[in-house]
């Protein structure tokens, strides 16, 4: 019960602090983030927010996102929801409106500001990456169990334990991998305006055993073929089929016409064209993969590692996440992840050397103190964005520091032992329990480790000793405490010398350098 008041509270904290519930249109969850549509901008308070303490940060791209940490905006997003809804249900008539404050000018004003914000990011290119990471989002929580499982259930056979018990786990862990595709095409018809069943109608085609029978491009065809690839280019050719046939079925006969015609015409091209062109391109995608990290995996490891920061505040990671899964269903991991996990080590011990090299700076070491233990197990969003991207060269100082631990994974995969994780989100320790490999766990752990280490010490010293100059440790190496004579003699302001003249702390929102 006191955990459910926890999280009951930390809803009604932040409702009244983003407009309250009229303000709020629309609501859902990721991984770490309360995402939010809102109907006015202008009615956030982003300070309020930031100082409740279950808030780790903001975030605004479409939505705007409220980054609270994995496990807790599971807890928190249902609780809003509620909260919401009773504003809504409760909210008294409104007033008559005051002139230049009517609805529609309050809606045409929220409109402008969330386009003004989205037109930032808003390329074609990002909104189709976008699109694609939608559908493979959800899925996270199903891969995160199912790898849990199989780890555990390779733990017990390799021990020989209840192995009256192992064929159940490893029932469990490889169900939902079997039927990955109808999912992807479930989401991908739901996310590209289909209808979703239908997308998951075609998409099981594809996993379906009497393929087998089935003859294309002068070889057979094998259950699975394509994977998630094909699921999600047969669901979106659903999509176009079924709005092409809403547009020219008359409606007496849609029920039955559209439908049929939907599974039959998208199923055929599935079967004797998709399957075989996604079956091709999956391989290729894991042959590289290998080549790569075999051939030249210090290096890769180096650039993957120092660059992934950088493709997040972009969005540009958003394109590796169908490559992972797809590695996933292949070779039951994806070596890429435990190699760009290794930029949130990079973060963790560029955090660590600002927090030493602003002794007298309270505000920020309170928030590197707070965010740390969330950057230790990989949600890295309060540490960028409340610490090294504002500051400017520690967010570079970071990137060495992944670049460093990626490069350090990379040449054990070069040297052949692969490391890799059965499924996708975690990152940091939160990593350990889903590592797999081809040299056993315990080898796998440990360059894992090793690399989380060397990423802590290069970003580490890489800040520390480049990730300041002099004007900028001039700047925000002060107190930003005000004294407590200033306090008593003017009634709450600043002290003098403070950075902030309103006593504002550069921790939440720092000058940017």
Known sequence: MATEDKNRATAAAILPLVGGAANVSSIAHCMTRLRLGLHDRSLVDDEALKAVPAVMGVVEDDTYQIVLGPGTVARVTPEFEQLVEEGKATAP????????????????????LKAQQ???????????????????VPLIPALIGCGI??????????LGWLPSVTPALAAMASGFMALIAVFVGF??????????????????????????????????????????LGALGAAVLAVYVEKWCRRWVPEALDVLVTPTLTVLISGLVTIFGLMYVAGEVSSAIGTFADWLLSTGGAGAGFLLGGLFLPLVMLGLHQALIPIHTTLIEQQGFTVLLPILAMAGAGQVGAAAAVYLRLPRNESIR??????????????????????????????????????????????????????????????GWALFPLLD?????????????????????????????????????????????????????????????????????????????
């Open 437 to 513: 490999g081809n040299h056993g766990l315990g080898s796998t752990i440990a360059i894992y480790a090793g690399g989380l280490l060397v990423g802590y010490v290069a970003g580490f010293v890489a800040t520390y000793f480049f990730g300041f100059s002099k004007s900028l440790l001039a700047e925000f190496n002060v107190s930003q405490e005000p004294a407590a004579s200033t306090v008593a003699a003017s009634g709450g302001g600043a002290a003098p010398g403070s950075a902030t003249g309103s006593g504002d702390s550069p921790a939440k929102e720092p000058a940017q350098v």
């Open 93 to 112: 008539a409104p007033a008559a409106p005051a002139p230049g404050h009517t609805a529609e000018e309050l809606a045409d004003k929220g409109a402008a």
């Open 187 to 228: 989401n991908t018809a739901k996310e590209f305006g289909g209808t979703p069943i239908l997308g998951g109608a075609v998409a099981a085609i594809i996993v379906f055993p009497g393929v087998a029978n089935i003859e294309a491009f002068g070889q057979k065809l094998s259950p699975g073929q394509g994977g998630v």
């Open 149 to 158: 499982i199989a780890g555990l259930n390779g733990l017990l056979v390799n």
């Open 118 to 136: 989205k037109a930032k990011n808003a390329t074609p290119f990002k909104l189709f990456l976008r699109k694609i990471a939608n559908i493979f």
């Open 366 to 427: 309170r928030t590197i103190k707070s965010a740390m233990p969330a950057g230790l197990l990989g949600v890295g969003e309060p540490l960028i964005y409340g610490v090294s991207l504002p500051l400017g060269r520690p967010f570079i100082t970071a990137c060495v520091g992944g670049a460093f631990g990626g490069g350090f994974v990379g040449l054990f995969n070069q040297l052949g032992d692969s490391v890799g994780s059965t499924a996708i989100g975690p990152s």
